[in-house]
């Protein structure tokens, strides 16, 4: 045996691992895009031994699984899978995982070992510690590497203060941060897209381009996770992370390479430019709100001011971007699950066809759906047939579901476990660019914690969102599109 290769899932009996990780390593393993000889050990509070925790992963992963782990695919994979009963906090727990570590690479010239942290983020530090005093994250024989999930700190604060404990212990290249929306094939795609074809890059800037939007709704209350979401709120659970991602991708400079470093310079780039409203300007610049119903959710503080909706303007300023709208909004309890892009290009410089008594031509709008429909849509005008000059809006459709009918659309963490053990970090999120992310939302964060902040506005569950985020855009003379679902 000439290699082994072990991910050791710290939290392994967590949601994550049930729902996210096994399911995805079971489908890798089936496709075969597992390096040989790899082991996965769980490592996690609960008592278990090996069968006790396999069986208990095996109906997490078929009753959680998108799409669920059958029998087949789960038995040729389960033997891969062991279990150490863990207390983070006790030294002892890491020398007991050394001892599997060893007892599995027993015999191999090379061992690479993938740390997981599936944790609730205050035990990262502990989790890195307990690693390093085991001498676990020194790297002999092959490579050590760290997974970390998000939220990565709570404010710029928090995240560098967890950036030097990581990197006290691990390298920078070692460090595999998650953005899960960056393993999103849709997502992926929006490179390809932006990148693989010539005729939109001349288009993508200040003078073709009015405004961009970004929206990730969806229609699930915070449910069981208040525990998590009532002292997050939206702007750390989707803002700070997806939707900034989601801005990068679609704002950023053509990389000169595929190479990870290129891409993620060109994504740090973007935030980098992205002006800084301070508290005073984020309360003319963002709505806050809450859904009804919120307070009384499980969990949640009798008297909680957490937003579970937000909707921002930003501005990206370089040459390529200086003046145009960036607006974000995200919220729980909506009216539908979307995350879109659209790009809303300039109307046409002059309307010929006003006499005709036809209200003006619709914008063009390229939507660009992440999902859960992933595709686009282009909108443009076109005469309505009989009519004299009636103009209508018609859309220009690609969907992955009918071109690529038949064509599996692999789940997030599938492609980025297979990055992670491959060492290809394109898809993870460097040090400096969540640095950046919070530096943007900082302000933001202390706008809406001060009691003097604008008002909280309440929304109906299953509505599009308050009123005064329709207000954001009207103040411009925009309004929010969405072409990628049924229409608001
Ligand atoms: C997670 C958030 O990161 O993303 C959740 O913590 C949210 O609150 C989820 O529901 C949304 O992800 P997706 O892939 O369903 O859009």
Same mark, same amino acid.
């Given at each position: 045996?000439?290699?082994?290769?072990?991910?050791?899932?710290?939290?392994? %009996?967590?949601?994550?691992?049930?729902?996210?990780?096994?399911?995805?390593?079971?489908?890798?393993?089936?496709? *075969?895009?597992?390096?040989?000889?790899?082991?996965?050990?769980?490592?996690?509070?609960?008592?278990?031994?090996?069968?006790?925790?396999?069986?208990?992963?095996? &109906?997490?992963?078929?009753?959680?699984?998108?799409?669920?782990?059958?029998?087949?695919?789960?038995?040729?994979?389960?033997?891969?899978?062991?279990?150490?009963?863990?207390?983070?906090? $006790?030294?002892?727990?890491?020398? %007991?995982?050394?001892?599997?570590?060893?007892?599995?690479?027993?015999?191999?010239?090379?061992?690479?070992?993938?740390?997981? =942290?599936?944790?609730?983020?205050?035990?990262?530090?502990?989790?890195?510690?307990?690693?390093?005093?085991?001498?676990?994250?020194?790297?002999?024989?092959?490579?050590?590497?760290?997974?970390?999930?998000?939220?990565?700190?709570?404010?710029?604060?928090?995240?560098?203060?967890?950036?030097?404990?990581?990197?006290?212990?691990?390298?920078? &290249?070692?460090?595999?941060?998650?953005?899960?929306?960056?393993?999103?094939?849709?997502?992926?795609?929006?490179?390809?897209?932006?990148?693989?074809?010539?005729?939109?890059?001349?288009?993508?800037?200040?003078?073709?381009?009015?405004?961009?939007?970004?929206?990730?709704?969806?229609?699930?209350?915070?449910?069981?996770?208040?525990?998590?979401?009532?002292?997050?709120?939206?702007?750390?659970?989707?803002?700070?992370?997806?939707?900034?991602?989601?801005?990068?991708?679609?704002?950023?400079?053509?990389?000169?390479?595929?190479?990870?470093?290129?891409?993620? &310079?060109?994504?740090?780039?973007?935030?980098?430019?992205?002006?800084?409203?301070?508290?005073?300007?984020?309360?003319?610049?963002?709505?806050?709100?809450?859904?009804? *119903?919120?307070?009384?959710?499980? *969990?949640?503080?009798? $008297?909680?001011?957490?937003? %579970?909706?937000?909707?921002?303007?930003?501005? !990206?300023?370089?040459?390529?971007?200086?003046?145009?709208?960036?607006?974000?909004?995200?919220?729980?309890?909506?009216?539908?699950?979307?995350?879109?892009?659209?790009?809303?290009?300039?109307? +046409?410089?002059?309307?010929?066809?006003?006499?005709?008594?036809?209200?003006?031509?619709? +914008?063009?709008?390229?939507?660009?759906?992440?999902?859960?429909? *992933?595709?686009?849509?282009?909108?443009?005008?076109?005469?309505?047939?009989?009519?004299?000059?009636?103009?209508?809006?018609?859309?220009?459709?690609?969907?992955?579901?009918?071109?690529?009918?038949?064509?599996? !659309?692999?789940?997030?963490?599938?492609?980025? =476990?297979?990055?992670?053990?491959?060492?290809?970090?394109?898809?993870? !999120?460097? &040090?400096?660019?969540?640095?950046?992310?919070?530096?943007?939302?900082?302000?933001?964060?202390?706008?809406?914690?001060?009691?003097?902040?604008?008002?909280?506005?309440?929304?109906?569950?299953?509505?599009?969102? +308050?009123?005064?985020?329709?207000?954001?855009?009207?103040?411009?003379?925009?309004?929010?599109?969405?072409?990628?679902?049924?229409?608001?």
């Amino acid at each position: 045996m000439s290699s082994v290769t072990t991910i050791v899932i710290i939290g392994g %009996t967590g949601d994550l691992a049930q729902r996210k990780l096994l399911p995805a390593l079971v489908r890798l393993a089936a496709k *075969g895009r597992l390096p040989e000889n790899l082991a996965v050990i769980g490592f996690a509070r609960a008592q278990h031994d090996d069968a006790s925790y396999r069986e208990l992963m095996w &109906s997490g992963a078929h009753e959680h699984g998108d799409p669920p782990v059958e029998r087949p695919a789960w038995d040729a994979f389960a033997p891969r899978l062991s279990y150490v009963c863990a207390d983070l906090a $006790d030294p002892a727990s890491f020398d %007991t995982l050394r001892g599997r570590l060893e007892a599995i690479e027993a015999g191999a010239e090379r061992v690479d070992r993938l740390f997981y =942290l599936a944790i609730s983020p205050a035990l990262f530090a502990p989790a890195i510690a307990g690693l390093e005093a085991a001498g676990l994250a020194r790297e002999e024989k092959g490579w050590r590497r760290v997974v970390v999930e998000k939220p990565f700190g709570h404010d710029e604060e928090s995240a560098a203060e967890l950036d030097r404990r990581i990197h006290a212990v691990f390298g920078e &290249s070692q460090v595999y941060r998650i953005d899960h929306y960056l393993g999103k094939e849709t997502v992926q795609n929006l490179l390809v897209f932006r990148f693989a074809n010539a005729i939109f890059e001349p288009l993508w800037n200040r003078n073709y381009i009015d405004n961009v939007q970004i929206t990730a709704s969806e229609e699930v209350t915070v449910g069981d996770r208040a525990g998590y979401y009532d002292s997050s709120g939206v702007v750390r659970d989707m803002v700070q992370n997806h939707l900034l991602q989601l801005l990068c991708l679609v704002a950023m400079e053509p990389p000169s390479s595929q190479n990870a470093e290129s891409l993620r &310079s060109k994504r740090v780039e973007v935030l980098d430019a992205v002006r800084r409203w301070s508290p005073k300007e984020f309360a003319k610049n963002a709505v806050a709100g809450q859904y009804d *119903g919120y307070l009384d959710e499980r *969990g949640v503080a009798p $008297d909680s001011r957490t937003p %579970t909706y937000a909707a921002m303007r930003l501005f !990206i300023d370089n040459w390529r971007w200086q003046g145009v709208p960036f607006y974000l909004r995200s919220g729980k309890a909506m009216a539908g699950k979307r995350s879109e892009i659209a790009i809303q290009f300039k109307a +046409p410089p002059l309307t010929i066809f006003a006499h005709q008594g036809s209200q003006d031509p619709a +914008p063009n709008v390229l939507a660009m759906c992440v999902g859960p429909d *992933g595709g686009f849509h282009l909108r443009f005008s076109t005469k309505v047939p009989d009519q004299a000059m009636l103009i209508e809006s018609a859309h220009m459709e690609f969907h992955y579901r009918t071109s690529f009918a038949g064509h599996e !659309i692999p789940e997030a963490y599938q492609r980025l =476990l297979e990055d992670a053990l491959a060492g290809d970090a394109s898809l993870f !999120i460097r &040090s400096d660019q969540i640095a950046q992310a919070w530096s943007i939302v900082d302000p933001l964060l202390r706008c809406w914690a001060d009691p003097a902040s604008p008002k909280l506005e309440r929304y109906a569950t299953g509505s599009w969102g +308050p009123a005064a985020a329709d207000e954001l855009l009207a103040q411009d003379g925009f309004a929010w599109q969405s072409l990628c679902g049924h229409d608001e």
